[in-house]
Protein backbone atom coordinates (compact mmCIF):
# COMPACT_ATOMS: atom_id res chain seq x y z
CA UNK A 1 0.00 0.00 0.00
CA UNK A 2 1.37 3.37 -0.66
CA UNK A 3 0.18 6.99 0.73
CA UNK A 4 -0.11 9.13 -2.47
CA UNK A 5 -0.57 12.78 -2.20
CA UNK A 6 -4.26 12.86 -4.54
CA UNK A 7 -6.38 10.48 -4.68
CA UNK A 8 -6.20 7.92 -7.40
CA UNK A 9 -9.18 9.29 -9.15
CA UNK A 10 -7.64 12.42 -10.03
CA UNK A 11 -5.54 11.02 -13.10
CA UNK A 12 -8.57 10.65 -14.78
CA UNK A 13 -10.22 13.88 -14.51
CA UNK A 14 -11.12 15.08 -18.21
CA UNK A 15 -13.47 18.57 -17.19
CA UNK A 16 -15.28 19.98 -14.31
CA UNK A 17 -16.91 17.68 -12.68
CA UNK A 18 -20.97 18.75 -12.05
CA UNK A 19 -22.14 18.31 -8.61
CA UNK A 20 -24.65 15.77 -8.42
CA UNK A 21 -28.39 15.82 -7.79
CA UNK A 22 -29.64 13.36 -5.36
CA UNK A 23 -33.30 13.08 -7.61
CA UNK A 24 -30.94 11.59 -10.45
CA UNK A 25 -30.42 8.29 -8.50
CA UNK A 26 -31.79 5.31 -9.72
CA UNK A 27 -33.22 4.91 -6.24
CA UNK A 28 -35.14 8.40 -6.90
CA UNK A 29 -36.22 8.29 -10.47
CA UNK A 30 -37.03 4.36 -9.81
CA UNK A 31 -39.66 5.74 -7.21
CA UNK A 32 -41.08 8.56 -9.35
CA UNK A 33 -41.09 5.53 -12.03
CA UNK A 34 -43.64 3.56 -10.09
CA UNK A 35 -41.85 3.27 -6.53
CA UNK A 36 -39.82 0.30 -7.89
CA UNK A 37 -38.04 0.05 -4.33
CA UNK A 38 -41.55 -0.57 -2.76
CA UNK A 39 -41.96 -3.08 -5.92
CA UNK A 40 -38.65 -4.82 -5.02
CA UNK A 41 -40.20 -5.63 -1.33
CA UNK A 42 -43.18 -6.89 -2.98
CA UNK A 43 -41.62 -9.58 -4.88
CA UNK A 44 -39.72 -10.49 -2.09
CA UNK A 45 -42.97 -11.84 -0.21
CA UNK A 46 -43.52 -13.23 -3.71
CA UNK A 47 -40.41 -15.63 -3.32
CA UNK A 48 -41.03 -15.83 0.22
CA UNK A 49 -44.78 -17.44 -0.21
CA UNK A 50 -43.05 -19.23 -3.22
CA UNK A 51 -40.84 -20.60 -0.70
CA UNK A 52 -37.82 -19.95 -3.02
CA UNK A 53 -34.46 -20.95 -1.90
CA UNK A 54 -32.32 -18.74 -0.83
CA UNK A 55 -35.61 -16.53 -0.38
CA UNK A 56 -37.77 -17.97 2.15
CA UNK A 57 -39.67 -16.31 5.18
CA UNK A 58 -36.18 -16.95 7.05
CA UNK A 59 -34.10 -15.04 4.76
CA UNK A 60 -36.72 -12.01 4.63
CA UNK A 61 -37.05 -11.92 8.29
CA UNK A 62 -33.29 -12.07 8.61
CA UNK A 63 -32.43 -8.94 6.46
CA UNK A 64 -35.67 -7.24 7.88
CA UNK A 65 -34.26 -7.83 11.07
CA UNK A 66 -30.73 -6.65 10.22
CA UNK A 67 -32.20 -3.62 8.79
CA UNK A 68 -34.33 -2.77 12.07
CA UNK A 69 -31.88 0.12 13.61
CA UNK A 70 -30.86 1.44 10.21
CA UNK A 71 -34.57 2.35 9.68
CA UNK A 72 -35.10 3.42 12.93
CA UNK A 73 -32.18 5.93 13.07
CA UNK A 74 -32.38 7.19 9.31
CA UNK A 75 -35.75 8.36 10.02
CA UNK A 76 -34.79 10.42 13.12
CA UNK A 77 -31.13 11.35 12.97
CA UNK A 78 -29.76 10.91 9.95
CA UNK A 79 -29.15 13.48 7.36
CA UNK A 80 -29.56 16.52 9.87
CA UNK A 81 -27.45 18.18 12.64
CA UNK A 82 -27.52 16.56 15.86
CA UNK A 83 -28.69 18.28 18.66
CA UNK A 84 -26.64 17.32 22.11
CA UNK A 85 -28.57 15.98 24.95
CA UNK A 86 -26.66 17.13 28.14
CA UNK A 87 -23.59 19.75 26.89
CA UNK A 88 -26.14 22.77 25.86
CA UNK A 89 -23.37 25.14 26.73
CA UNK A 90 -20.00 24.91 26.21
CA UNK A 91 -17.53 23.72 23.74
CA UNK A 92 -13.96 22.61 24.07
CA UNK A 93 -12.11 25.45 22.90
CA UNK A 94 -9.70 25.63 20.41
CA UNK A 95 -8.16 21.36 20.35
CA UNK A 96 -5.27 20.64 18.77
CA UNK A 97 -6.36 19.02 15.68
CA UNK A 98 -3.76 16.17 15.32
CA UNK A 99 -5.02 15.25 19.35
CA UNK A 100 -8.86 14.78 18.69
CA UNK A 101 -8.22 13.71 14.93
CA UNK A 102 -7.08 10.96 16.46
CA UNK A 103 -9.57 10.46 19.69
CA UNK A 104 -12.52 11.32 16.99
CA UNK A 105 -10.75 8.18 14.72
CA UNK A 106 -10.49 6.24 18.32
CA UNK A 107 -14.37 6.73 19.71
CA UNK A 108 -15.53 5.71 15.84
CA UNK A 109 -13.77 2.36 16.19
CA UNK A 110 -15.02 2.22 19.88
CA UNK A 111 -18.50 2.39 18.64
CA UNK A 112 -17.71 -0.31 16.43
CA UNK A 113 -16.44 0.96 12.93
CA UNK A 114 -14.04 -1.00 11.21
CA UNK A 115 -12.19 1.28 9.00
CA UNK A 116 -12.16 5.01 9.46
CA UNK A 117 -10.33 8.49 7.85
CA UNK A 118 -10.64 11.90 7.69
CA UNK A 119 -10.90 14.25 4.48
CA UNK A 120 -11.81 17.86 3.77
CA UNK A 121 -15.32 18.34 2.42
CA UNK A 122 -14.79 18.78 -1.24
CA UNK A 123 -18.31 20.19 -2.12
CA UNK A 124 -17.70 18.69 -5.72
CA UNK A 125 -18.92 15.19 -3.72
CA UNK A 126 -22.30 16.89 -1.98
CA UNK A 127 -25.58 16.56 -3.66
CA UNK A 128 -26.80 19.66 -5.12
CA UNK A 129 -30.25 18.80 -3.62
CA UNK A 130 -32.58 16.06 -1.73
CA UNK A 131 -33.36 13.25 -3.83
CA UNK A 132 -36.90 11.40 -3.56
CA UNK A 133 -35.08 7.61 -1.99
CA UNK A 134 -33.41 9.72 0.53
CA UNK A 135 -36.15 12.17 1.67
CA UNK A 136 -38.75 8.98 2.20
CA UNK A 137 -36.48 7.30 4.41
CA UNK A 138 -35.03 9.60 6.44
CA UNK A 139 -37.61 12.48 6.28
CA UNK A 140 -35.23 15.15 7.10
CA UNK A 141 -35.91 17.45 3.92
CA UNK A 142 -38.36 18.02 0.87
CA UNK A 143 -38.09 16.91 -2.15
CA UNK A 144 -35.81 19.26 -4.22
CA UNK A 145 -34.36 21.10 -0.95
CA UNK A 146 -31.13 22.25 -1.97
CA UNK A 147 -28.05 21.10 0.36
CA UNK A 148 -25.13 23.41 1.22
CA UNK A 149 -23.28 21.92 3.43
CA UNK A 150 -19.29 21.82 2.73
CA UNK A 151 -18.72 25.32 4.13
CA UNK A 152 -20.15 25.24 7.57
CA UNK A 153 -19.06 21.42 7.62
CA UNK A 154 -15.37 21.33 6.18
CA UNK A 155 -14.40 17.67 7.33
CA UNK A 156 -16.11 14.41 6.98
CA UNK A 157 -15.33 11.27 8.78
CA UNK A 158 -16.14 8.52 6.77
CA UNK A 159 -16.48 5.02 8.21
CA UNK A 160 -16.32 1.41 6.68
CA UNK A 161 -18.26 -0.98 7.68
CA UNK A 162 -17.41 -4.69 6.86
CA UNK A 163 -19.77 -7.28 5.64
CA UNK A 164 -19.60 -11.27 6.68
CA UNK A 165 -17.63 -12.93 3.25
CA UNK A 166 -20.16 -16.05 3.84
CA UNK A 167 -23.17 -13.94 3.99
CA UNK A 168 -22.21 -11.84 0.74
CA UNK A 169 -21.32 -15.86 -1.23
CA UNK A 170 -25.43 -15.60 -1.30
CA UNK A 171 -26.17 -13.46 -3.43
CA UNK A 172 -28.44 -12.61 -5.47
CA UNK A 173 -29.98 -14.64 -3.03
CA UNK A 174 -31.05 -13.34 -0.13
CA UNK A 175 -28.18 -11.80 1.43
CA UNK A 176 -28.59 -9.84 5.08
CA UNK A 177 -25.19 -8.48 5.71
CA UNK A 178 -25.65 -5.12 3.60
CA UNK A 179 -29.10 -4.48 5.94
CA UNK A 180 -26.77 -5.28 8.89
CA UNK A 181 -23.96 -3.12 7.87
CA UNK A 182 -26.93 -0.19 7.09
CA UNK A 183 -27.87 -0.55 10.69
CA UNK A 184 -24.09 -0.13 11.85
CA UNK A 185 -23.43 2.76 9.45
CA UNK A 186 -26.67 4.58 11.22
CA UNK A 187 -25.50 3.34 14.66
CA UNK A 188 -22.06 4.32 14.16
CA UNK A 189 -22.74 8.21 12.47
CA UNK A 190 -25.39 8.86 14.79
CA UNK A 191 -23.35 7.51 17.52
CA UNK A 192 -20.41 9.52 16.62
CA UNK A 193 -21.89 12.72 15.66
CA UNK A 194 -23.45 12.74 19.20
CA UNK A 195 -19.96 12.58 20.57
CA UNK A 196 -18.98 15.54 18.43
CA UNK A 197 -22.21 17.37 19.48
CA UNK A 198 -21.62 17.19 23.01
CA UNK A 199 -17.79 18.23 22.25
CA UNK A 200 -19.90 21.90 21.36
CA UNK A 201 -19.12 21.23 17.19
CA UNK A 202 -21.41 20.80 14.37
CA UNK A 203 -21.93 17.31 13.24
CA UNK A 204 -24.41 15.38 10.49
CA UNK A 205 -24.26 11.90 10.60
CA UNK A 206 -25.45 10.35 7.01
CA UNK A 207 -25.17 6.80 5.30
CA UNK A 208 -26.87 7.57 2.12
CA UNK A 209 -28.03 10.92 2.43
CA UNK A 210 -26.32 13.89 1.93
CA UNK A 211 -23.01 13.14 -0.45
CA UNK A 212 -21.92 10.55 -2.50
CA UNK A 213 -19.72 7.47 -0.34
CA UNK A 214 -16.98 6.13 -3.07
CA UNK A 215 -15.11 9.60 -3.42
CA UNK A 216 -15.14 11.03 -0.29
CA UNK A 217 -14.38 7.38 1.27
CA UNK A 218 -11.25 7.87 -1.07
CA UNK A 219 -10.66 11.11 -0.23
CA UNK A 220 -10.51 9.87 3.60
CA UNK A 221 -7.86 7.57 2.81
CA UNK A 222 -9.91 4.21 3.05
CA UNK A 223 -9.25 2.15 -0.63
CA UNK A 224 -9.86 2.76 -4.29
CA UNK A 225 -12.73 3.08 -6.87
CA UNK A 226 -13.45 -0.23 -8.61
CA UNK A 227 -14.87 -0.96 -11.71
CA UNK A 228 -18.22 -1.95 -10.17
CA UNK A 229 -18.33 1.48 -9.03
CA UNK A 230 -17.89 0.51 -5.36
CA UNK A 231 -15.07 1.29 -2.58
CA UNK A 232 -12.49 -1.48 -2.47
CA UNK A 233 -10.77 -1.53 0.44
CA UNK A 234 -7.15 -3.03 1.36
CA UNK A 235 -8.74 -5.14 4.22
CA UNK A 236 -12.21 -6.39 3.05
CA UNK A 237 -12.26 -5.06 -0.87
CA UNK A 238 -15.54 -4.03 -1.35
CA UNK A 239 -17.42 -5.84 1.29
CA UNK A 240 -18.42 -2.58 3.23
CA UNK A 241 -20.85 -0.06 3.80
CA UNK A 242 -19.86 3.46 4.32
CA UNK A 243 -21.01 6.22 6.74
CA UNK A 244 -19.88 9.49 7.12
CA UNK A 245 -20.37 12.30 9.38
CA UNK A 246 -19.86 16.13 8.55
CA UNK A 247 -18.37 18.41 11.13
CA UNK A 248 -16.71 21.81 11.83
CA UNK A 249 -14.64 20.14 14.50
CA UNK A 250 -11.04 21.05 13.22
CA UNK A 251 -9.34 17.89 11.98
CA UNK A 252 -6.40 16.90 10.31
CA UNK A 253 -7.43 14.91 6.78
CA UNK A 254 -5.72 11.44 6.37
CA UNK A 255 -3.76 10.49 3.29
CA UNK A 256 -5.37 9.26 0.10
CA UNK A 257 -3.80 5.36 -0.55
CA UNK A 258 -3.07 3.48 -4.16
CA UNK A 259 -3.46 -0.15 -3.44
CA UNK A 260 -3.51 -1.04 -6.96
CA UNK A 261 -6.82 -1.23 -7.75
CA UNK A 262 -6.51 1.05 -10.91
CA UNK A 263 -4.00 -1.29 -12.91
CA UNK A 264 -5.86 -4.17 -11.77
CA UNK A 265 -9.53 -3.21 -12.36
CA UNK A 266 -8.15 -3.11 -15.87
CA UNK A 267 -7.07 -6.36 -16.68
CA UNK A 268 -9.75 -8.18 -14.75
CA UNK A 269 -13.51 -7.54 -14.99
CA UNK A 270 -14.80 -10.01 -13.46
CA UNK A 271 -18.04 -7.54 -11.93
CA UNK A 272 -18.69 -6.90 -15.13
CA UNK A 273 -19.17 -10.48 -16.45
CA UNK A 274 -21.07 -11.69 -13.62
CA UNK A 275 -23.37 -8.53 -13.36
CA UNK A 276 -26.58 -10.50 -13.66
CA UNK A 277 -28.36 -7.43 -15.56
CA UNK A 278 -25.25 -6.32 -17.70
CA UNK A 279 -24.93 -2.80 -15.62
CA UNK A 280 -20.91 -3.27 -15.12
CA UNK A 281 -18.95 -1.86 -17.97
CA UNK A 282 -16.12 -3.98 -19.63
CA UNK A 283 -12.86 -2.16 -21.40
CA UNK A 284 -11.93 1.41 -21.30
CA UNK A 285 -12.44 4.09 -19.20
CA UNK A 286 -14.99 6.98 -20.39
CA UNK A 287 -15.90 10.47 -19.48
CA UNK A 288 -19.17 10.36 -21.71
CA UNK A 289 -22.28 9.27 -19.08
CA UNK A 290 -24.77 6.87 -19.78
CA UNK A 291 -27.63 8.83 -18.72
CA UNK A 292 -28.91 11.37 -15.95
CA UNK A 293 -27.63 8.54 -13.55
CA UNK A 294 -23.95 9.71 -14.32
CA UNK A 295 -21.84 12.74 -14.56
CA UNK A 296 -19.14 13.83 -16.98
CA UNK A 297 -15.60 15.08 -16.20
CA UNK A 298 -13.93 12.14 -15.03
CA UNK A 299 -12.52 8.96 -17.06
CA UNK A 300 -13.93 5.81 -15.29
CA UNK A 301 -16.51 2.98 -15.65
CA UNK A 302 -20.02 4.65 -15.10
CA UNK A 303 -23.06 1.97 -14.42
CA UNK A 304 -25.73 1.35 -16.19
CA UNK A 305 -27.80 2.11 -12.32
CA UNK A 306 -31.58 1.86 -13.51
CA UNK A 307 -30.65 -1.64 -15.49
CA UNK A 308 -29.27 -2.53 -12.31
CA UNK A 309 -31.96 -1.28 -9.95
CA UNK A 310 -34.80 -3.29 -11.85
CA UNK A 311 -32.79 -6.66 -11.81
CA UNK A 312 -33.44 -5.97 -8.05
CA UNK A 313 -36.94 -5.56 -8.75
CA UNK A 314 -37.13 -8.85 -10.72
CA UNK A 315 -35.17 -10.79 -8.12
CA UNK A 316 -36.86 -9.61 -4.67
CA UNK A 317 -34.21 -8.40 -2.84
CA UNK A 318 -30.77 -6.46 -3.60
CA UNK A 319 -27.41 -7.70 -5.18
CA UNK A 320 -23.89 -8.01 -4.26
CA UNK A 321 -22.92 -10.46 -7.28
CA UNK A 322 -19.94 -7.43 -8.40
CA UNK A 323 -18.89 -7.48 -4.51
CA UNK A 324 -18.95 -11.39 -4.03
CA UNK A 325 -17.04 -12.33 -7.34
CA UNK A 326 -14.42 -9.30 -6.97
CA UNK A 327 -10.99 -10.82 -6.33
CA UNK A 328 -10.54 -8.41 -3.61
CA UNK A 329 -12.95 -9.91 -1.37
CA UNK A 330 -11.56 -12.45 0.43
CA UNK A 331 -11.22 -13.45 3.95
CA UNK A 332 -8.09 -11.55 6.00
CA UNK A 333 -6.26 -14.42 7.03
CA UNK A 334 -2.20 -15.17 6.45
CA UNK A 335 -2.92 -16.64 2.48
CA UNK A 336 -5.04 -14.05 1.31
CA UNK A 337 -3.17 -11.17 3.18
CA UNK A 338 -0.21 -12.69 0.79
CA UNK A 339 -2.25 -12.79 -2.37
CA UNK A 340 -3.08 -9.07 -1.51
CA UNK A 341 0.57 -8.20 -1.37
CA UNK A 342 0.82 -9.48 -4.55
CA UNK A 343 -2.23 -8.26 -5.86
CA UNK A 344 -1.40 -4.34 -4.59
CA UNK A 345 1.71 -4.68 -6.43
CA UNK A 346 0.06 -5.43 -9.89
CA UNK A 347 2.53 -8.20 -10.11
CA UNK A 348 0.67 -11.24 -12.38
CA UNK A 349 -2.84 -9.70 -12.45
CA UNK A 350 -4.10 -12.14 -15.04
CA UNK A 351 -2.68 -14.37 -13.64
CA UNK A 352 -4.26 -13.99 -10.40
CA UNK A 353 -8.12 -13.52 -12.21
CA UNK A 354 -7.79 -16.87 -13.45
CA UNK A 355 -6.87 -18.68 -10.82
CA UNK A 356 -9.28 -16.73 -8.88
CA UNK A 357 -12.04 -18.08 -11.15
CA UNK A 358 -10.43 -21.88 -11.59
CA UNK A 359 -10.22 -21.78 -7.47
CA UNK A 360 -14.65 -21.26 -7.29
CA UNK A 361 -13.95 -17.74 -5.22
CA UNK A 362 -16.84 -15.59 -5.83
CA UNK A 363 -18.83 -18.56 -6.71
CA UNK A 364 -22.58 -18.62 -5.54
CA UNK A 365 -22.73 -20.61 -1.61
CA UNK A 366 -24.10 -24.01 -2.13
CA UNK A 367 -25.85 -24.15 0.58
CA UNK A 368 -28.75 -21.85 0.51
CA UNK A 369 -31.30 -23.56 2.98
CA UNK A 370 -32.24 -23.88 6.48
CA UNK A 371 -32.89 -27.27 8.02
CA UNK A 372 -36.53 -26.43 8.19
CA UNK A 373 -39.51 -26.39 6.20
CA UNK A 374 -40.86 -23.25 5.33
CA UNK A 375 -44.45 -24.08 3.88
CA UNK A 376 -46.82 -20.96 5.18
CA UNK A 377 -49.88 -20.78 6.67
CA UNK A 378 -52.33 -17.33 6.96
CA UNK A 379 -51.50 -15.36 10.23
CA UNK A 380 -54.61 -15.24 12.85
S1 LIG B 1 -25.61 -4.97 -7.74
FE1 LIG B 1 -25.87 -6.81 -9.03
S2 LIG B 1 -27.06 -6.09 -10.79
FE2 LIG B 1 -26.22 -4.26 -9.78
S3 LIG B 1 -24.28 -3.83 -10.80
FE3 LIG B 1 -23.78 -5.14 -9.04
S4 LIG B 1 -23.84 -7.21 -9.89
FE4 LIG B 1 -24.90 -5.90 -11.35
S1 LIG C 1 -14.26 -7.56 -10.01
FE1 LIG C 1 -12.31 -7.00 -10.93
S2 LIG C 1 -12.81 -5.31 -12.28
FE2 LIG C 1 -14.50 -5.53 -10.89
S3 LIG C 1 -14.05 -4.13 -9.22
FE3 LIG C 1 -13.24 -6.10 -8.62
S4 LIG C 1 -11.09 -6.06 -9.29
FE4 LIG C 1 -12.15 -4.40 -10.36
Not at 6 to 13: A, C, D, G, N, S
Not at 29 to 35: D, H, K, L, T, V
Not at 45 to 70: H, I, P, Q, W, Y
Not at 301 to 313: E, G, R, S
Request: with cysteine; glycine share 8%.
Amino acid sequence: MRYVKEPTYTKFITGDIPRFDDRNTAFSNGQREGNKYTSMHNQCVENLKKGKKGKTVLDAATFSAGATVDYVVRRNLLGREIVPVYNTTHRLESPDPEKISSIVKEKARWIGADLVGIAKTDPRWIYTHWGEQNVRYSQAAEVGDPIEIAEDYPFVIVMAHAMGYEMVKRSPAVEADTDIEYSKGAWCSASLATFIAELGYRAIPAVNEIGINVPLAVDAGLGEAGRNGQLITRDYGPRVRISKVFTNLPLVSDTPIDIGVQKFCEVCELCSTYCPSKSLMKGERTDQPWNLHNVPGMKKWPIKAMQCLDFWVKNGNHCSVCIRVCPWNKPNDLLHKFVRFVVERNIMSKTIVYFDQLLGYGKQAKDLGYDIETHLEPRE
